[in-house]
């Protein structure tokens, strides 16, 4: 089973500053259909988490431009290019492929102002 | 918009079975993919199991196989999750989250907390 692998797994940050987290995969997350099927979840205290990133750096709407991901193969990075408070929350890396049907999760990375 | 609403908490005692709906609203969308997440206290995100409601038919995470069922009705975009044989440690914030595949989640439910205390 491939694993995801996120560091740091706490992030001490000041606003204004630059953040970054790291998701490394077991194995290539490159599907048979060429897509990487790669995602970032955040989840702000108390709520559900939301979806940032879909194949590795399509951004949702409503995302700041502040947010980017990047990467490929087995390495893959979140970037805040100036962390506000509101950022504040756990990070998730995700695979969701579709045949098979799977969903990993990394362990999550903790943003702390 | 779609909007995700699940049913409320549950406090269950051991060995007994769960089931929570997640109803979807702002349209029907059987050509979505419904995923079931689960989470500990203070712990990070797992994977239980998803369903494409035009397929109707539904994977599960090796970990719950044969104590798990998620089912999805096309015509009324309702999904539940049934969990038997329950364990304290299936204590967690059960999450439902829908999108265009699997690997894009884009609407997540409120979530639903299971108490499994003796």
């Known amino acids: 089973d491939i694993v995801l692998t996120q560091t740091p797994l706490s992030s001490p940050v000041t606003l204004g500053q630059p953040a970054s987290i790291s998701c490394r995969s077991s194995q290539s997350l490159v599907h048979d259909d060429v897509n990487t099927y790669l995602s970032w979840l955040q989840q702000r205290p108390g709520q559900p988490p939301r979806l940032l990133f879909y194949k590795i750096s399509n951004r949702v709407s409503g995302v700041p431009d502040r947010f980017s991901g990047s990467g490929a193969g087995t390495d893959f990075t979140l970037k805040i290019s100036r962390v506000e408070a509101e950022d504040v929350g756990v990070y998730y890396c995700?695979?969701?492929?579709?045949?098979?049907?799977?969903?990993?999760f990394g362990q999550g990375t903790k943003l702390v102002i | 918009q779609l909007q995700l609403v699940q049913s409320g908490a549950e406090v269950k005692k051991p060995g007994s079975s769960f089931n929570i709906s997640c109803e979807t609203s702002?349209?029907?969308?059987?050509?979505?993919?419904i995923t079931w997440v689960r989470q500990a206290p203070g712990q990070g995100l797992e994977w239980i199991g998803g369903i494409f409601p035009v397929f109707a038919t539904a994977n599960y995470a090796q970990k719950f196989q044969g104590r798990v069922t998620i089912t999805a009705d096309e015509n009324t975009d309702l999904s539940y999750l049934n969990l038997y044989n329950l364990r304290s440690d299936d204590t967690a914030m059960y999450y439902c989250a829908r999108g265009r595949s699997f690997g894009e989640l884009s609407y997540w439910g409120q979530g639903t907390l299971l108490s499994v205390s003796s």
């Open positions: 995700m695979l969701g492929t579709q045949f098979p049907h799977r969903n990993t």
């Open positions: 702002g349209g029907t969308f059987p050509n979505y993919a």
